[in-house]
């Protein structure tokens, strides 16, 4: 979907406790967004302007999408999505307009959070632009955020994996000027999304998710989600053998499932950290 917005407005099932290894980012963001969507007076009583633009920068899989749908959730704000190569349009003039209705209805609804993703793609750096339709929806965009009132209660965060490859006019002071830096997690910041991952799994009493996480450099949070994921399917293969379909699952046999290490083990054979998928196929 070009935007989502779910009935309620909002993503109930986001929090900031389902996010992991982020350490002060998070604060940081809660700074930026939800303070000001929260207790837009104390900006009004110091005079100043609350941002309009977060952009938030790190390789794919870190969690700028769930970072996005916590904040919103948490300040109880409307969730506009926008899948920034989805929202090219064919016909003349669409993607403008589909920008100008997003921004609309997230200010008819705020406090609203617009999010685009992979914003690179729809705001390329004009000069490396070859196509008219690029050029068009920076501008138009570039003019939808300088048309935002802060009372309107709108924030606008954009999220990429290459901030180089977006054009300048938007770091500028009003636009997106501030920026988070969403990095790849070290261990303890693995151990964190990893317990997180694991949070509903019945695992065994031989499971170190320590050990987890010290195996697993090079890892985001999408390919740590994957990691326990596949554990969990391998310790459902392991019990299928013994077990008649058909016939349902006894409940002795539900109660005794749980994730082994070596469960872990054989998925870790499977999951690749995706930094270096990405090097394997630049190769
Ligand atoms: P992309 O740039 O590819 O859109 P992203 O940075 O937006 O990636 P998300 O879409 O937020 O990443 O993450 C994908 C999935 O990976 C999440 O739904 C979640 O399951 C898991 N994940 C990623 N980062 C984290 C994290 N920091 N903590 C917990 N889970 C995470």
Do not use: C, W
Request: glycine letters at 10%; charged letters at 30%; proline letters at 7%.
């Amino acid at each position: 979907p070009l935007f989502e917005e779910p009935k309620d407005g909002r993503r109930a099932d986001v929090t900031y406790d389902d996010i992991g290894g982020l350490g002060d980012t998070v604060d940081q963001i809660r700074e930026m967004v939800e303070l000001p969507l929260r207790h837009p007076e104390l900006f009004q009583r110091l005079g100043i302007d609350p941002p309009k633009g977060v952009l938030l920068h790190g390789p794919p899989g870190t969690g700028k999408t769930r970072l996005a749908r916590a904040v919103a959730n948490e300040t109880e704000a409307r969730f506009f999505h926008i899948a920034g190569p989805e929202i090219m349009g064919s016909r003349y003039g669409e993607s403008e307009q589909r920008l100008r209705e997003v921004f609309q209805e997230a200010a008819q609804n705020a406090p609203s959070i617009i999010f685009i993703d992979e914003i690179d793609s729809i705001a390329p750096k004009r000069e490396q632009v070859t196509g008219e339709v690029e050029r068009r929806i920076v501008a138009q965009l570039l003019t939808l955020m300088d048309g935002l009132e802060p009372r309107q209660n709108v924030v606008v965060i954009g999220a990429t994996n290459r901030r180089d490859a977006i054009d300048e006019a938007l770091r500028r002071p009003g636009r997106f000027d501030r920026e988070i830096i969403i990095g790849v997690p070290d261990q303890p910041g693995r151990r964190e999304i990893l317990g997180i991952h694991t949070r509903g799994m019945p695992l065994a009493e031989d499971v170190d998710l320590d050990e987890v996480a010290r195996t697993t450099y090079g890892f985001v949070g999408a390919d740590l989600g994957a990691l326990a994921r596949e554990a969990a399917m391998d310790a459902v293969r392991r019990i299928l053998p013994g077990v008649n379909l058909r016939e349902g699952i006894p409940a002795e046999v539900l109660e005794g499932l749980s994730v082994r290490r070596d469960d872990f083990l054989s998925a870790m054979k499977r999951i690749q950290p995706s930094a270096l998928r990405e090097i394997m196929i630049q190769v």
